[in-house]
């Protein structure tokens, strides 16, 4: 799909979810051509800074049982996941906060990172986002400079599951 010159209104309208996660939920991968660590730290710069409105976050810190886990995994984890992490986007309309899951790894060459992204309203209940989950990742890639022609949706975003099996 191509978003070139699309105002991000229009990119929501095209990938409203109903509740494929239980609630309104997006999942993308994109390719990047720089290698994970380099994407990594231009990632979690751009959620500490909010962005061009203020309206991402980055999460860190430990949970609520003290546990603080690295972004950065060991090698040898499933899926050769190099790093995983958290933010937030809060709407601009309503103001709801919607949660952000991040996975980086290299892609099929070695020469650059497949990232996984994965946005969820925030708020229960959330059967329609009205786009606004696919909205928030595609402004997301494209503020950081990458290219949102890459942004490939993989489950929610308004696609049919298919094939689903018991």
């Given amino acids: 799909e191509v978003y070139e010159g699309c105002s991000p209104r229009f990119i929501s309208k095209t990938r409203k979810d109903f509740g494929s996660c239980g609630n309104a939920c997006c999942a993308v991968d994109l390719a990047v051509p720089k290698p994970p660590t380099e994407v990594y ?7 500490e800074s909010g962005g061009a409105d203020n309206s991402y976050g980055y ?3 430990p949970d609520a049982s ?4 690295s972004d950065m995994l060991p090698d040898g984890v499933p899926n050769d996941n190099k790093y995983i992490f958290q933010g937030t986007h809060k709407t601009s309309k309503y103001g709801y906060v919607d949660v ?4 980086i790894r290299n892609d099929e060459k070695g020469t650059g990172s ?8 925030g708020v229960h209940g959330a059967l329609g986002d009205n786009g606004q ?34």
């Fill in 114 to 121: 497949i990232v996984r992204m994965f946005s969820s309203s």
């Fill in 59 to 61: 999460v860190n810190g």
């Fill in 133 to 166: 989950n696919f909205k928030s990742l595609v402004v997301l890639t494209e503020e950081i400079g990458y290219d949102k022609k890459k942004v490939v949706p993989i489950y929610g975003c308004g696609k049919r599951a298919k094939n689903l099996t018991k």
């Fill in 100 to 103: 952000l899951n991040f996975a």
């Fill in 41 to 47: 730290e231009e990632m979690r710069r751009f959620l």
């Fill in 66 to 69: 003290g546990n603080d886990p």
